[in-house]
């Protein structure tokens, strides 16, 4: 059955796409209503022809003159165009042509698969040329039968076959045509005899049968149920696949309804045909179910092609490569300074000699920012030894950002890395101009700089498929979130992919303002797309988590297990968008300074935050959090254990190292854009690429001035739990201790619930409660995350006079 599926397909394809993509649906009604009219015309005309012909005659040489008069409908057009097509041509037959041309308007008018046009058009025009040659036989006595161009190819038949030939040759193709394109072939003229023959028995049966005879025959048909399966599985399959397709619910819904009603008269059929014909089983079955499976999303892909999710901006351009800054243009790219490698590896030697380690064996590999000398020791030399050595070596080499690697994975050498006296800068362009970049066939990818060996470093934000950055100030953490930033803007339409953006920094992300209707996604009722407050952050992240359950329930209709298969089976229109199905583009929520998020509103943030991570890997919500203070109240368990992706910039200490990697050595990075990346086990020391913010303004200006969507991506509606409440509040519904609470609130101008519950030994439920009353009496601020509620009244004579007024 698969394979049977497949050859209509692309056989399909091949045909009838080059039609589809050339016109679109004005350019389809414009030619459509044209060619209906026209082919109007020529009817009427080759109508009026017919009677007309003779007293035209005279006329069709001299059409051009304007005094001529003609006696045809359509005056002179109407008589040439006859002329040409009928007596000169195909004779009567030539209204085919007029039929065909009609067709066609109409089938673009209405925007009909062109499929069968096709093959109506050569069938058609076959059909013409048998007819014209057919009646050439007669073309003698009957000029217009056959037309000019009939008789002659009939003439021509008989001066090689002879009559007799012309005749049996002219046979041969009817039978041809029968077979191939009305599928008649003796069995099935036999069968549909039979059938009749059958039906006919039956009906006379029927009417002559007592009540209890029918039952009789009923109960005859009971040991044939297994043909039920046969004919049911098929609607089955049908259901399955379809799900989608409103018109195909309809169809199947149409069947299955029908089903008690036509399903026993279909039962007849085969339980007969079984016992008599297994050839007419079969055409029943097929010609019934499987047009209506091979219909369903095909049909669709067929007429309009696969969902192209980045058309509605499909003049959208990326960015040019220009944009980007080179910064080794002047030559300041990685030089090899033979010097200096000469004089690090003495060194090296002289201080493991003092430290009586021998070295069998010694490399160099040059990178933009260090150069790793890879040491084989000498047999016997145990390699704790030379970790211990760690910082003896580093003061001999006079250098800071030594880091030994011992052993080397995977390579059973120990490395040294010795920063560069002059190291180059690895700008943003060579990373994203880069091969490895450029080909790079993954969901997210993100070229973060060039490794030790000078590779470009690239990875997939999907398979991370979370990030955690950390790195104290000036290290090159915006840099590093600029060029993750900027390799995604570089490589995914704006259709595929949206950022949400936290910047409690107010000025790291501001730059990206304006892509905001392209490639931000923000909360419907905000302004910003680019959230700056902290409390905002809370609804945002719960907005998320709605959307991550309705994407999970999306992909549950769907059955489908992860985001690009939902999307694939999406774009071959296998699901309906009436059901609620759409294209679902990634989403990276970008946290620049996650520390200050989780001082402020802690467990509120992550909670949320804990729970992305856990779930929405499946459904392409990837997170990308930075902080500059990787101690362990921020980057808690819970969320460093669903965040196995991380990258550390120069860090301040060991233990900070240790938090972000569960391993040293960021503290001993030398800084602007050094980092270490791990992805589980193996840390990888990388020159983060360059990327200046005027580079970044060019980029984002460039995109901005293009054609965008009309506002940023919506997010789902996320109603807070404190938001809306304190407007409603009924005076009358105060709590009793009211009053008191406001005392106390105003008089230690502190609105916090938790003082509310010493001083007045509530609960915390009903402190909170009054809290929102107090709100609502505008008495106190609104919600601030974990900070105190503003107290609006200064003291409590203002109180009095406040709740007087009331
Ligand atoms: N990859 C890099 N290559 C070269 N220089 C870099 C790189 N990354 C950062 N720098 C240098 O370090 C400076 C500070 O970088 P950046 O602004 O990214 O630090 P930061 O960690 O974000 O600091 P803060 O946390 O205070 O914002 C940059 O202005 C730049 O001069």
Redesign the pocket.
């Known amino acids: 059955m698969a394979k049977k599926k497949a050859t209509p397909k692309t056989k399909s394809k091949k045909q009838f796409k080059a039609p589809k993509l050339s016109l679109n649906r004005q350019q389809r009604v414009v030619l459509g209503s044209f060619l209906t009219i026209l082919g109007i015309a020529i009817l009427i005309a080759f109508v009026s022809f017919m009677f007309t012909w003779k007293a035209d005659q005279s006329i069709i040489a001299t059409l051009g003159n304007r005094e001529a008069e003609a006696q045809n409908w359509l005056s002179k057009f109407g008589a040439g165009i006859s002329h040409f097509f009928i007596y000169k041509g195909f004779g009567v037959s030539a209204f085919s042509i007029a039929v065909l041309i009609i067709v066609s308007g109409i089938y673009l008018f209405l925007d009909l698969t062109l499929s069968s046009l096709k093959s109506l058009w050569i069938w058609g025009i076959l059909v013409m040329l048998w007819l014209s040659v057919f009646f050439g036989f007669f073309g003698k006595e009957h000029a217009l039968l056959g037309g000019t161009v009939g008789f002659e190819m009939n003439d021509f038949l008989q001066d090689y076959l002879g009559f007799i030939g012309a005749v049996l040759l002219m046979t041969f193709l009817l039978i041809t045509y029968f077979v191939i394109r009305l599928k008649i072939t003796p069995e099935r003229v036999s069968a549909y005899f039979k059938t009749a023959q059958k039906e006919m028995e039956a009906d006379a049966e029927a009417s002559t049968a007592t009540i209890s005879e029918i039952e009789q025959v009923e109960e005859d048909y009971v040991p044939k149920e297994p043909l039920d399966v046969v004919v049911e599985k098929p609607l089955q399959e049908n259901v399955n696949e379809v799900d989608f397709e409103d018109s195909f619910k309809a169809k199947s819904g149409v069947e299955k309804d029908s089903t008690p009603s036509e399903k026993p008269s279909a039962k007849e059929k085969m339980t007969i045909a079984s016992t008599t014909d297994d050839d007419l089983a079969m055409e029943v079955e097929t010609t019934a179910e499987e047009e209506v499976v091979e219909n369903l999303s095909s049909k669709l892909v067929k007429d309009y092609g696969e969902f192209d999710p980045t058309l509605e901006l499909g003049k959208y351009r990326f960015p040019p490569i220009d944009l980007l800054k080179d910064y080794n243009a002047g030559g300041t790219g990685i030089t090899i300074d033979q010097a200096e490698l000469e004089e690090n590896k003495n060194n090296i030697v002289d201080t493991l000699k003092n430290y009586k380690i021998e070295i069998a064996q010694i490399k160099a590999t040059v990178g933009p920012t260090v150069t790793l000398y890879e040491i084989v020791p000498a047999a016997g030399v145990r390699i704790s030894k030379i970790k211990n050595l760690e910082d003896d070596i580093a003061l001999s080499l006079a250098a800071l950002g030594i880091r030994i690697i011992a052993p080397m994975p995977g390579k059973g050498t120990i490395g040294i890395e010795v920063p560069n006296k002059k190291?180059a800068?690895?700008s943003m362009r060579s990373a994203i101009a880069s091969q490895k970049f450029q080909q790079a066939e993954m969901a997210l990818p993100i070229s973060f700089?060039k490794t030790i060996s000078n590779e470009t470093f690239v990875v997939d934000l999907a398979k991370m498929p979370h990030l955690l950055m950390a790195?104290?100030?000036?290290?090159?953490?915006?840099?590093?979130?600029?060029?993750v930033l900027t390799s995604l803007l570089y490589k995914k339409h704006p259709a595929e992919v949206k950022f949400v953006l936290v910047d409690p920094?107010k000025v790291?992300l501001t730059l990206f303002n304006k892509i905001e209707r392209h490639y931000l996604a923000k909360l419907p009722d905000s302004e910003e797309a680019i959230i700056t407050d902290n409390s905002k952050v809370i609804n945002t992240l719960n907005s998320l988590c709605i959307e991550m359950d309705a994407r999970y329930d999306l992909l549950k209709d769907a059955m489908v297990r992860n985001l690009k298969e939902y999307n694939a089976k999406f774009k071959a229109r296998k699901l309906n968008p009436e059901n609620g199905h759409r294209f679902l583009p990634y989403i990276v929520l970008v946290v620049?300074?996650f520390a200050d998020l989780i001082m402020t509103a802690g467990k509120e943030v992550e909670t949320p935050i804990a729970r992305l991570a856990q779930l929405a890997r499946a459904i392409g919500i990837h997170l990308i959090i930075?902080t500059?203070r990787p101690s362990v109240n921020v980057i808690t368990g819970m969320i460093k254990a669903n965040f196995p992706a991380r990258v550390a910039?120069r860090v301040t200490s060991k233990i900070d190292s240790r938090t972000i990697l569960d391993a040293g050595g960021a503290d001993q990075l030398i800084?602007?854009?050094?980092?270490l990346y791990t992805q589980g086990n193996e840390v990888i020391r990388i020159?983060?690429?360059?990327?200046?913010t005027p580079e970044v303004e060019k980029i984002v200006d460039f995109i901005g001035a293009q054609k965008a969507y009309p506002e940023a991506h919506l997010l789902p509606e996320y109603i807070g739990e404190d938001s809306g409440t304190s407007l409603d509040i009924d005076k009358s519904e105060r709590d009793a201790l009211f009053r008191e609470a406001a005392e106390v609130l105003v008089t230690a101008q502190q609105g916090s619930a938790s003082l509310l519950q010493r001083k007045l030994k509530l609960g915390y439920n009903r402190a909170g409660r009054i809290i929102d009353q107090l709100e609502a009496a505008g008495i106190v601020g609104p919600f601030e995350g974990s900070k105190a509620r503003q107290v609006l009244i200064p003291d409590l004579i203002a109180l009095e006079q406040h709740l007087e007024n009331e």
């Open positions: 190291p800068i690895v700089g790195g104290a100030t000036g290290q090159g953490k915006s840099v590093g979130l600029n060029a920094k790291e620049d300074e930075a500059q910039f800084g602007r854009g050094d980092m020159q983060c690429a360059f990327v200046d």
